[in-house]
């Protein structure tokens, strides 16, 4: 019933589209929302007035086939389904998410990964040019990024070396200030709750931009945490209260941010998992946290410095990220800076606190098998949800 009631909205999209009308994005996709009964819970309901006068373009999917050549020039892929690389009849180079029919994410991560991009702007945060729904295809179209993402560069011994200091910095600053207005900055207050090295678009000077905003979650007004069952998000990012107690806040993302931080300064991945159910309990805490802190306690972090960065002359700075990404990563929520103070942090060079001991992801099995049930974690770096949860 919810089903027909959807389609035929939707269809009813397509027709204003065959008219080349451009209608309100945002309440067209209000308008599927209460055919659905609220399920999308994770998108807050307020502002709707000003949300009334925001529009972006629905393209037309035939113009879509054309500009990608018939989808021949595929960028990559994600959890959403693969990205493609196109030209509008205008000349604009642009990049197009096709939605996959087998992806675990979906309508409900389309229609949020339009409803908060379209509201915001910045310098540090990907543009989305506009959508397209045809029948069961769904697309988003942004606008192009010549060097991918980063993860293409940092985890690639070849490319890597393309990534001097003096470009990882200027990412972390961007990064800094692309999450500092999705926190504290826009109109909205906003979590990623996906951060992650994939999530960070590089343009042709290496300027980050933050994407993917599948999963951010808008709080309310006079709202700054949330507890939640829904858990999303990249295993090796996620902050462990978020992961096992579903308890969200803007130190979420400060965790993450702080995860990428040392990815950066290292060239490395955190990768390491060690999901141990014989011993009864959940114990998987990310070893590279676990050795960063040990070295830097024992005044040995410049050894964490990718290879690639020893020849530099910044190594103090360098050694200054590291400290700052572990004051990110810290166990509690309420030791770890906010944004603001990390942006200060980056741009002076005050002294910084001691940091206290990594996040060590150590439960139960009662607790810790509860929460897996609601979250789902994934290993290989791509995304994961569990959208049917509470
Ligand atoms: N705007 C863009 N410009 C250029 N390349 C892009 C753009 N958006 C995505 N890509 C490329 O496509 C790849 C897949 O992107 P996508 O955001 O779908 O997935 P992901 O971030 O890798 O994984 P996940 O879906 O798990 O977050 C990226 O890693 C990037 O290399």
Same mark, same amino acid.
């Given at each position: 019933?919810?089903?027909?009631?959807?389609?035929?909205?939707?269809?009813?999209?397509?027709?204003?589209?065959?008219?080349?009308?451009?209608?309100?994005?945002?309440?067209?996709?209000?308008?599927?929302?209460?055919?659905?009964?609220?399920?999308?819970s994770?998108?807050?309901?307020?502002?709707?007035?000003?949300?009334?006068?925001?529009?972006?373009?629905?393209?037309?999917?035939?113009?879509?086939?054309?500009?990608?050549?018939?989808?021949?020039?595929?960028?990559?892929?994600?959890?959403?389904?693969? @990205?493609?690389?196109g030209?509008?009849?205008?000349?604009?180079?642009?990049?197009?998410?096709? +939605? %996959? &029919? =087998? !992806?675990?994410?979906g309508?409900?991560?389309?229609?949020?990964?339009v409803?908060?991009?379209?509201?915001?702007?910045?310098?540090?945060?990907?543009?989305?040019l506009?959508c397209?729904?045809?029948?069961?295809?769904?697309?988003?179209?942004?606008?192009?990024?010549?060097?991918k993402?980063?993860?293409?560069?940092?985890?690639?011994?070849?490319?890597?070396?393309?990534?001097?200091?003096?470009?990882?910095?200027?990412?972390?600053?961007?990064?800094?200030?692309?999450?500092?207005?999705?926190?504290?900055?826009?109109?909205?207050?906003?979590?990623?709750?996906?951060?992650?090295?994939?999530?960070?678009?590089?343009?042709?000077?290496?300027?980050?931009k933050?994407?993917?905003?599948?999963?951010a979650h808008?709080?309310?007004?006079?709202?700054?945490?949330?507890l939640?069952?829904?858990? @999303?998000?990249?295993?090796?990012?996620?902050?462990?209260?978020?992961?096992?107690?579903?308890? +969200? %806040? &803007? =130190? !979420?993302?400060?965790?993450?941010?702080?995860v990428?931080?040392?990815?950066?300064?290292?060239?490395?991945?955190?990768t390491?998992?060690?999901?141990?159910?014989?011993?009864?309990?959940?114990?998987?805490?990310?070893?590279?946290?676990?050795?960063?802190?040990?070295?830097?306690?024992?005044?040995?972090?410049?050894?964490?410095?990718?290879?690639?960065?020893?020849?530099?002359?910044?190594?103090?700075?360098?050694?200054?990220?590291?400290?700052m990404?572990?004051?990110c990563?810290?166990?509690?929520?309420?030791?770890?800076?906010?944004?603001?103070?990390?942006?200060?942090?980056?741009?002076?060079?005050?002294?910084?606190p001691?940091?206290?001991?990594?996040?060590?992801?150590l439960?139960?099995?009662?607790?810790?098998?509860?929460n897996?049930?609601?979250?789902?974690?994934?290993?290989n770096?791509?995304?994961?949800?569990?959208?049917?949860?509470?």
């Amino acid at each position: 019933m919810h089903f027909c009631i959807a389609r035929f909205i939707w269809k009813h999209i397509q027709k204003q589209i065959v008219q080349r009308r451009r209608i309100p994005l945002v309440q067209s996709i209000k308008e599927t929302q209460s055919g659905e009964s609220g399920v999308y819970s994770t998108v807050s309901d307020n502002g709707s007035a000003q949300e009334a006068g925001i529009s972006s373009p629905f393209f037309d999917f035939y113009t879509i086939a054309e500009a990608t050549n018939n989808f021949s020039h595929k960028l990559g892929e994600g959890g959403f389904g693969s @990205v493609y690389k196109g030209k509008l009849p205008s000349g604009q180079e642009v990049a197009i998410k096709r +939605l %996959s &029919e =087998k !992806s675990g994410q979906g309508l409900k991560e389309f229609q949020n990964e339009v409803q908060v991009i379209s509201r915001l702007q910045h310098r540090n945060l990907v543009q989305l040019l506009g959508c397209c729904i045809h029948g069961e295809e769904k697309l988003l179209l942004y606008e192009f990024m010549a060097n991918k993402s980063l993860d293409t560069f940092l985890f690639d011994p070849k490319k890597a070396r393309e990534l001097d200091w003096e470009k990882r910095y200027k990412i972390i600053q961007g990064i800094c200030r692309g999450l500092l207005y999705l926190h504290q900055d826009s109109r909205l207050r906003i979590i990623h709750r996906d951060l992650k090295a994939s999530n960070i678009l590089l343009d042709e000077d290496f300027n980050p931009k933050i994407s993917d905003f599948g999963m951010a979650h808008i709080f309310p007004d006079h709202q700054n945490q949330a507890l939640t069952s829904r858990i @999303v998000g990249t295993y090796g990012y996620m902050a462990p209260e978020y992961a096992f107690h579903g308890e +969200l %806040s &803007e =130190k !979420s993302d400060v965790f993450s941010f702080g995860v990428l931080l040392l990815e950066i300064v290292r060239g490395k991945k955190n990768t390491s998992i060690n999901y141990d159910q014989s011993l009864n309990f959940l114990g998987h805490a990310p070893m590279q946290l676990i050795q960063a802190w040990t070295l830097w306690n024992e005044d040995r972090s410049a050894e964490l410095i990718d290879p690639l960065l020893h020849h530099s002359d910044s190594i103090k700075e360098m050694m200054r990220c590291i400290h700052m990404g572990l004051l990110c990563v810290q166990e509690l929520p309420t030791d770890r800076p906010t944004m603001s103070s990390i942006l200060t942090m980056l741009s002076s060079d005050s002294a910084l606190p001691a940091p206290k001991n990594p996040a060590f992801f150590l439960e139960s099995s009662n607790s810790g098998e509860d929460n897996l049930a609601d979250a789902c974690y994934s290993i290989n770096g791509v995304t994961c949800t569990n959208i049917d949860a509470r």
